[in-house]
């Protein structure tokens, strides 16, 4: 079955052959000549052309290694406010500022003696010189604030007061002073100072407070200090009595007369009669 199938594809490929025109038979072929045979069979090297290319150089992008992000956290810091008393025009103003918490006598006391902004209006001054403050010790709801002698002295007398009102005012400040602390002593040199109070205007060694100087702040009125010299004035009323001298009227009385007679308004004078003069006696 097989020789069958495949005689019958070889007739089918003769027929192809025959019906695309490819020649066929003996005469069909013709002998190639020794010579042209020779010159096919010729394997000399033809020269050829070689053209070097220069090497391609492929850049690879660089390789970027992911690391993970640092997060640095700042901690927010905490600030308290404060009121830090200076002097306008003699009388005592705050001055609101920050200070990091807690509040402390060391920063209470480095403020004040920095003293006020230069550009603050009004201009603001202050009788704290830095040193005044040497020490301060606390003992309960009190406080004891050591001075500098030498410097205190030579704050001017009528300016005193200011200073220890700047101290006490802020340090024991509602808002921003020292908590747990609402009295102040004062010593020198470690020795009791006499301060005075404010309000009463006397010298006390006792502590002091907030409120013994709250007549020195600029919104609030000057308290008059009653002092112990009695002044007596004395009021002269002087009367002065003005006499005017009226010259006296002298009325004239008409003369009397008779009920039948006329009163007449006006008087009239009647010259006396004259005798016409007589001649003297002749003698006969």
């Given at each position: 079955m097989r020789r069958a199938i495949s005689s019958v594809w070889l007739c089918a490929a003769a027929a192809a052959v025959a019906a695309c025109g490819v020649p066929t038979g003996a005469d069909s072929f013709e002998p190639i000549a020794d010579d042209e045979i020779g010159r096919l069979a010729d394997t000399s090297t033809v020269p050829t052309t070689s053209t070097t290319l220069p090497p391609t150089t492929t850049i690879e992008p660089p390789v970027t290694e992911s690391s993970p992000q640092s997060t640095t956290t700042v901690a927010a810091i905490a600030e308290e406010p404060v009121n830090i008393y200076f002097l306008l025009r003699g009388r005592l103003t705050p001055l609101p500022q920050n200070v990091t918490a807690p509040v402390t006598e060391r920063k209470l006391r480095t403020l004040l003696e920095d003293g006020p902004p230069i550009d603050t209006t009004p201009r603001l001054t202050s009788e704290i010189e830095r040193g005044l403050i040497i020490g301060a010790t606390q003992a309960g709801g009190v406080i004891t604030i050591d001075l500098d002698a030498a410097i205190f002295d030579r704050i001017p007398t009528f300016r005193e007061d200011e200073a220890i009102a700047q101290i006490v005012l802020t340090y024991l400040d509602d808002l921003g002073g020292l908590r747990g602390v609402g009295q102040m002593r004062f010593t020198a040199?470690?020795?009791?100072?006499?301060?005075?109070?404010?309000?009463?205007?006397?010298?006390?060694?006792?502590?002091?407070?907030?409120?013994?100087?709250?007549?020195?702040?600029?919104?609030?009125?000057?308290?008059?200090?009653?002092?112990?010299?009695?002044?007596?004035t004395t009021t002269t009323t002087t009367t002065t009595t003005t006499t005017t001298t009226v010259p006296p009227t002298t009325t004239t009385e008409p003369p009397p007369t008779d009920d039948a007679e006329l009163v007449s308004s006006t008087s009239t004078t009647t010259p006396p009669a004259t005798s016409p003069p007589t001649d003297p006696p002749t003698d006969g």
């Open positions: 040199d470690g020795e009791p100072l006499a301060v005075r109070r404010a309000d009463s205007g006397l010298l006390t060694n006792e502590a002091v407070s907030f409120d013994d100087y709250v007549s020195l702040l600029a919104d609030q009125p000057a308290v008059v200090v009653d002092t112990t010299t009695t002044t007596t």
